[in-house]
């Protein structure tokens, strides 16, 4: 048993490394910063992304946080216990733990999903124990059916403290829960990678082998490719560019993967933007900050978002941004300040900003500097491990 268990929290996600999301990232680079505390985290257990025959361990030590996996593989099929089953599994391993480790203060869930309804019972069962949520989600909630956002509010309404990447995410707790303490801390930067000097030849080399001629201009995206992030529109407005503003020298960089992919390859194709859309699929965060190097400009026209850190880290690489006003991007993004606005939905819009931005070099130096000031100042992941360190400790 733990010395000092006032230092211990149970955490909840559904997903943890190698196999991560933003929300799990950004838990990955809290803790490492907090080591004064002891994670003991419960994930799902999946198969390991190196060897896909293989599951992932059922216990592992990563720096201060003891993984925990639960589910395994059914018989012999390629059927996986599915997440609806995560939260009680999840549930009974908590127990499990308080038992062999000594009761819990304090559990803390990772978005009020699978997660979250881990966290849920553990309270309901435990309820004097402090339930911490995270909320992470960039889904559009108006858009989501009756049953998603009634149990999404049950797990919500649970939490003793809330903590919200984005101001959207906030108000949108402080409405369900009227007693929790809601926080708004959003996810962070890493500066020093992203910062990263490159040289001319390892940038021209990667232009080399991404089919990039010299002379052309690069239009960067990184995004899963699913339908809130609107990749659709953006190859769209590539074709305006093309068409209505007579620019043929720019190229589109999609960096990421998802069930879009298929469907966004034929949209390029049918619009004659074949050798003009590169699909890159998905790119390490340590060679992420060399695709954004060679970009003039980070395009996402978001439908909905919870924070947008993908924006984020292009401001911190020197690459001006263009997004919607949704979610949490307003966070950031203050219009011909740190970034351009464009409309949702609107492939003609957006084209317009992206020229605009293309014909005055003067915005687009202000922009620059403007937005890594403020990533710097605000976003450093010390600074937001140190805010998070804060809520957990008290």
Known sequence: MYK???????????????????????????????????????????????????????????????????????NLSRIFIPKALYPIMAYFKGRELSKKLGPYKKIYALQASQGGGAAWLFKFFNPRVRYILNLQEGQDFNKQGFLLNFFRGLIIKKADVVIAISNYLKNYAKDLNKRAKVIRVPNGVDIANFKRDYSYGELSGLAETL?????????????????????????????????????????????????ERPSLESRAENLGLGDKVVFVGSVGHDELPKYLKIAEVFVRPSRSEGLGNAFLEAMAAGVPVIGTNVGGIPDFLENEKTGLFCKINDAEDLAGQIFKLSQEPKLKEIIIKNASNLVLENYDWDIIAKSCGDILRS
């Open 4 to 74: 000092n268990t006032t230092q211990r929290i149970l955490v909840f996600a559904t997903n943890y490394l190698p196999n991560i999301g933003g929300a799990e990232l950004a838990f990955h680079e809290i803790a490492t910063r907090l080591p004064d505390i002891t994670f003991d985290l419960i994930a799902s257990r999946l198969p390991d992304p190196s060897n896909p025959k293989k599951l992932l361990p059922t216990e592992e030590k990563i720096n201060n946080t003891t993984v925990y996996r639960v589910g395994s593989r059914l």
């Open 211 to 259: 089919g990039i001629e010299p002379g052309e201009k690069i239009i960067i995206s990184v995004s899963r490719l699913v339908p809130k992030n609107a990749i659709d529109v953006l190859i769209e407005a590539l074709g305006i560019l093309n068409t209505k503003y007579k620019i043929t020298n720019m190229k589109l960089l999609i960096v990421g993967s998802g069930q």
